[in-house]
């Protein structure tokens, strides 16, 4: 078998992660234009924004189902097709209701993609690599954000509002098609995760697809040995029950989605317009092109976890990125509460999401990978997938009727969302002192960790 890049690889499934922020960038950008084009209502607007989720909730809960039944990489492929079929809904949509379901069906394929993707990566990539392979996707994140809003401030700069409501909006989903089918024929050229051929008893198989991408024979038959130990359920006919160390595991998988959407991360991508817009005095044009440096450090950001992921370790940056989070926010909300508004507070927005991107974003997706042991790390990683985007959800939602509460606003003056995000990221901060490190642990060293908690066999 030819040997394999393992960041070639990380890249092309990394693709989805661009095509996410790229299309929420997008949409973010395309609300004014679809709106009258299908004369919607306040209501419906927000609708239009969220109604992914519904998708996303639904693909992440079946993404272990299908992960464990077909394996990662078909759950990946089909995940990409049905994205190009909702997209195909979505562009084409005559009317509100055909929009709305190809938004709900691009929602499945993505929640599909994000369960079965970090897993993937995980289990293929060598332990001393397993970091800054399942960091490029941040990168790819990062390239995605720019681009989308990129193009959304050029198509708002350059084409009149007439055209950009009768094609504008297409030609932004389009876009996306052509980027699904690049990701399509890329991932045909994947390997299977050697472990899940493991649990699957197709042992020959996934030595070969282990030797795609460890080039020493010795260290192949190590690994191999502790893979045939550890990951072989179904071929010695052992039953799985959830116990002893598998509950601490599964526990992270409910506790880290729901402080990563507490970060305020979301609330900042799809409305970070109408924020720059609040905290600084600029035209909406302006506040439009700077948002587009939201993408510049979130880049800088992945740039930073890729270089260091395997040097310092997974605690180290989810700890630095928690700290920068909680002043950066911690300052937003200040100077909101005492109205001191002005230009250099939008710095503040691009502090907080370089420490997002290294600790929340990059390391929180990786080290949710690593920590479940094998036999339940789809179970887990759905979990985490529906969680995740059940809080999504929440706050995208409340955060508009938290900003329009009357009382609210006049007794904090608009600090109230970036106050509740600041004091999730300080208890972040002291949730992250008590994990283990996974830095440089093959995942059988990390499942025999949790065994110390109570073996689950």
Not at 18 to 32: E, T
Not at 36 to 55: D, E
Not at 366 to 392: C, F, H
Request: one cysteine or more; hydrophobic letters at 50%.
């Amino acid at each position: 078998m030819k040997s394999k890049n393992i960041y070639t690889v990380a890249s092309i499934v990394g693709i989805a992660g661009f095509i996410f922020v790229y299309d929420s960038a997008n949409l973010g950008g395309s609300v004014k234009y679809i709106q009258p084009y299908f004369k919607l209502g306040p209501s419906q607007v927000g609708i239009l924004v969220a109604i992914s989720l519904i998708g996303n909730f639904f693909g992440s809960l079946l993404a272990g189902y299908f992960s464990d039944k077909i394996g990662r990489k078909l759950t990946m492929i089909y995940g990409v097709i049905i994205g190009i079929i909702g997209l195909l809904f979505a562009s084409f949509a005559p009317f509100i209701t055909i929009f709305y379901i190809g938004r709900i069906i691009f929602g499945f394929s993505i929640g599909l993609i994000f369960v079965a993707a970090p897993m993937y990566i995980t289990e293929v990539a060598p332990a001393p690599k397993r970091g800054r392979a399942g960091s490029i996707r941040q990168l790819l994140l990062a390239f995605g954000l720019i681009l989308g809003y990129t193009i959304g401030f050029i198509f708002n700069y350059y084409f009149s509002l007439e055209w950009n409501i009768k094609f504008g909006w297409r030609v932004l989903i389009f876009i996306e098609i052509a980027l699904l089918i690049i990701m399509l024929f890329s991932m045909l050229t994947l390997v299977e995760s050697p472990r899940w051929l493991i649990i699957k008893g197709r042992v020959e198989k996934a030595k070969e697809s282990l030797e795609a991408f460890i080039d020493s024979k010795e260290r192949v038959n190590i690994v191999f040995s502790e893979m045939l130990t550890n990951n072989s359920p179904e071929i010695s006919g052992k039953k799985i029950k959830i116990r002893g160390g598998l509950v601490y595991a599964l526990t992270l998988c409910v506790i880290f989605p729901i402080f990563r959407q507490l970060s305020g991360v979301n609330v900042i991508t799809y409305y970070a317009q109408k924020i720059f817009a609040t905290i600084s005095s600029d035209t909406p044009s302006l506040a439009y092109f700077q948002s587009i440096f939201i993408g510049v450090s979130e880049l800088l950001g992945a740039i930073f976890v890729v270089t260091f992921a395997d040097k310092m370790g997974r605690k180290i940056l989810l700890l630095i990125g928690a700290a920068g989070m909680f002043f950066s926010e911690a300052f937003i909300a200040y100077s909101l509460y005492k109205t001191q508004i002005g230009l250099d507070l939008s710095y503040f927005i691009y502090i907080y999401n370089f420490f997002f991107t290294i600790s929340a974003g990059a390391m929180l997706t990786v080290y949710i990978s690593e920590v479940l042991p094998t036999v339940i790390r789809s179970k887990g990683s759905s979990l985490t997938g529906m969680i995740n985007w059940i809080a999504d959800a929440a706050i995208i939602y409340s955060f508009p009727l938290l900003n329009a509460n009357m009382y609210l606003t006049e007794k904090f003056h608009g600090s109230i969302s970036f106050i509740i995000f600041s004091v999730s990221m300080l208890i972040f901060f002291i949730i992250i002192l008590f994990l283990p490190e996974t830095k440089d642990k093959t995942l059988e060293e990390i499942a025999d960790y949790w065994k110390t908690k109570g073996d689950w066999e």
